[in-house]
C-alpha cells in the first residue's frame, strides 16, 4: 500500500516556464513532508520541506504548498532551468512517531532550453 | 567533508554469493537508513536503525540482514543473492525526526548486479 503517490512519472517544461510537481499521501499521521532531487549516478539531495502547521514554504526559485485536507502537496519552481531537470521524489514521515521516511516513486522533471 | 559514504560503488555477484555493503557517516546521526531503488518503483526501505545496537525491518528486508555495531556505521548484508536483488542501493543517515528542521543525507549509491 503505497502511502506517498506521484502519480506522474515524468514532466516536461521549458526553460523560464513554471514546473509543478504533485505528490499526494495517504497517512493522516505523516507532519514533515520533503522534497529531494536526484540527479543520475548521484545520491538524492535534500530540496525542501514543509511541516504540517505551514501551508506554504518558500526558499529562492522552490516552493511548496501544503493542503492537509486533500492530502496534497505540490513543488513549485519558478522560473525552470535546464539544470533543474532531474528526478524529484517527494517523502514524507512522522515526527516522533514511526520514525521512517516514506518515498513517492518520483517524477523526472526535464527542463527544455 | 564526507557526510554519507557508501563501499563499493559498484558490484558484480553471481546468484548465491554473499556481500556487505559498508555504510559510513561523520556526521554524529543517530538514524541511518538502507534503501533501494528500482526502476518505475522509487525508494524502498529494507532496513533502518534508531540508534547503535538496533535495527528494524523496513518495506522490503527479506533476503537482507543489517547491523550497526557503531553508532557511524550501517552494514547490509546479503547472504545469497538473487538476480531480483540487482538495485541500486542508497544508504542515508539523519538526526532523530523528533528534531526541527532535520532532514536525511544521502551517499551517492551502489550499483549491485547480480547474475
Known amino acids: 500500500d503505497q502511502q506517498v503517490k506521484q502519480n506522474s512519472p515524468s514532466l516536461s517544461v521549458q526553460e523560464g516556464r513554471i514546473s509543478i510537481l504533485n505528490c499526494d499521501y495517504t497517512?493522516?499521521?505523516?507532519?514533515?513532508f520533503l522534497w529531494y532531487k536526484k540527479y543520475p549516478a548521484e545520491g538524492p539531495t535534500f530540496l525542501i520541506s514543509?511541516?504540517?502547521?505551514?501551508d506554504k514554504n518558500e526558499d529562492g526559485r522552490f516552493t511548496v504548498f501544503l493542503n492537509k485536507s486533500a492530502k496534497h502537496l505540490s513543488l513549485h519552481i519558478v522560473p525552470s532551468q535546464p539544470g533543474d531537470s532531474a528526478v524529484y521524489f517527494c517523502?514524507?514521515?512522522?515526527?516522533?512517531?514511526?520514525?521512517?521516511?516514506?518515498f513517492g516513486k518520483g517524477t523526472k522533471l526535464t527542463v527544455n532550453p | 567533508n564526507a557526510g554519507v559514504t557508501q563501499t563499493p560503488k559498484f558490484r558484480v555477484l553471481k546468484t548465491g554469493q554473499s556481500m556487505t555493503l559498508l555504510c559510513a557517516q561523520d556526521?554524529?546521526?543517530?538514524?541511518m537508513y538502507w534503501y533501494r531503488q528500482d526502476p518505475g518503483m522509487g525508494l524502498r526501505l529494507i532496513h533502518y536503525?534508531?540508534?547503535?545496537?538496533?535495527?528494524a525491518k523496513g518495506e522490503v528486508p527479506d533476503g537482507y540482514n543489517v547491523s550497526r555495531l557503531k553508532k557511524q556505521n550501517f552494514l547490509l548484508g546479503l547472504e545469497s543473492a538473487a538476480p531480483s536483488q540487482t538495485s541500486v542501493y542508497f544508504c542515508?543517515?539523519?538526526?532523530?525526526?523528533?528534531?526541527?528542521?532535520?532532514?536525511?543525507?544521502f551517499g551517492q549509491g551502489t550499483r549491485l548486479t547480480v547474475v
Open positions: 517523502a514524507a514521515e512522522r515526527k516522533g512517531g514511526s520514525e521512517k521516511l516514506v
Open positions: 542515508a543517515s539523519s538526526p532523530p525526526f523528533r528534531q526541527k528542521n532535520t532532514e536525511a543525507f
Open positions: 536503525s534508531v540508534g547503535e545496537g538496533t535495527t
Open positions: 556526521m554524529n546521526h543517530e538514524y
Open positions: 514543509i511541516s504540517s502547521i505551514k
Open positions: 497517512n493522516s499521521m505523516f507532519d514533515y
